[in-house]
């Protein structure tokens, strides 16, 4: 009886006013293992294309198939206000981490598909609960909790490209199986650090019905923004290494390396973006990021080699900045009911995300790479009059 009373005792506790780093920084060490293993996707995208004799459209049409269980993101979420999901965020890296190391052990583009969306089922149970658990741990610092959450996770995308081609270099692409131990053992460590710490976000049930009214107001401003910057995002996260080797004539390290420069950056981004905007708001934050990024990618485009590096910094440093201010964002305005509202907007974002990986595909088969990259750069303009109809709030922080 008192095992179980002290039990429920943990599984309620409130809300913290302080700012536990300890736990953030272990939910992010696990969001860093967990997306260096989903970042394998796209370096292993020219070889997969290779294997399977497909086209663009169809070759970045397999990332779609991660998306998908998007759509489980809500109702994770409305759980997760509810009830705890601590062992969804445990269990995520080492499940993930064995799915996408095994991609190279079949041979048909049905398998190739089923493997990447049972593995995006396992980034949907980590991703929806995970940030609403970060936002609980940081007080009345959202903003730099989710940057933390954040850079971890672009830190994990900048290590796995070069993880993933360097188990191609030293097992082919068949061992790459080997690679997924690593997983298992942060699962370990996170179950050590995390398994009598509740993942609720609320001492009081969460309903939709309470909900709802401020789902209609906000997530339709965000789902634009979302909607006309995804052609810029899934251009350079998905079809960078496709860019570098079939426009740019670059090798597959040399792919791989663009993309880990741009998610390297993207640290830096996330890390930055976040936290400032806890101090000068988050729409004026968010505006100067969705204006400067597709003016950066349009240069990276058009500009002379040379200068590739740094505009590769430049817009990892824009194009992945905005992440973690739309994170915060949800988080301000959903204070009772975070995993629900962090559900929707990972839903709405992976969906989005897959409609733009597969209208990229179908512009590059059509016109090439780079009309594509530039189609998704001007698109991504029309963000800015959704800026506008954000609701403003004050900086939470002196």
Do not use: C
Request: glycine letters at 10%.
């Amino acid at each position: 009886m008192d095992q179980t009373t002290t039990s429920q005792n943990v599984e309620e506790t409130a809300v913290p006013d302080t700012f536990n780093i300890g736990q953030i920084f272990t939910i992010a060490g696990g969001h860093f293992v967990h997306d260096t293993y989903s970042a394998f996707i796209a370096p292993l995208l020219p070889l997969l294309q290779e294997r399977l004799a497909t086209n663009y459209a169809v070759t970045g049409s397999l990332a779609i198939f991660t998306q998908l269980p998007s759509l489980l993101n809500p109702l994770i979420g409305y759980l997760a206000d509810r009830v705890s999901l601590r062992y969804f965020i445990i269990l995520a890296p080492g499940i993930t981490a064995t799915l996408l190391s095994s991609l190279g052990i079949v041979n048909s583009y049905f398998m190739v598909a089923l493997l990447l969306f049972a593995g995006g089922i396992s980034i949907a149970a980590f991703h929806a609960p995970a940030p609403a658990m970060i936002g609980r741990m940081a007080g009345k610092r959202v903003g730099t909790g989710m940057s933390i959450f954040m850079a971890s996770g672009e830190l994990g995308r900048t290590l796995g490209p070069i993880v993933a081609v360097a188990g191609v270099g030293w097992f082919g692409l068949e061992g790459m199986w080997r690679l997924m131990f690593v997983g298992w053992a942060v699962t370990a460590v996170l179950y050590y650090r995390l398994h009598d710490v509740s993942a609720r976000t609320s001492t009081k049930p969460a309903g939709l019905e309470e909900a709802w009214p401020q789902i209609r107001r906000i997530f339709p401003v965000l789902g634009w923004i979302m909607l006309m910057r995804t052609g810029l995002v899934v251009a350079l996260t998905t079809y960078l290494p496709l860019y570098m080797q079939d426009e740019v004539e670059a090798s597959l390290w040399l792919a791989a390396a663009a993309l880990s420069i741009l998610e390297g950056a993207g640290v830096a981004g996330a890390l930055l973006s976040g936290t400032v905007s806890d101090r000068f708001g988050r729409p004026s934050v968010l505006g100067w990021l969705l204006f400067i990024s597709p003016l950066l990618a349009l240069a990276f485009i058009y500009a002379p080699g040379w200068l590739a590096i740094p505009l590769l910094i430049a817009l990892g440093l824009t194009v992945l900045g905005p992440t973690p201010v739309l994170l915060a964002l949800v988080q301000d305005f959903f204070p009772d009911h975070r995993a629900l509202a962090n559900g929707i907007y990972i839903g709405l974002n992976f969906l989005v995300r897959g409609l733009g990986i597969w209208l990229i595909g179908v512009l590059a088969d059509r016109f090439g790479l780079t009309i594509a990259f530039v189609i998704g750069a001007v698109t991504a303009f029309l963000t800015l009059p959704g800026v506008w109809f954000l609701p403003r709030r004050t900086a939470v922080t002196k």
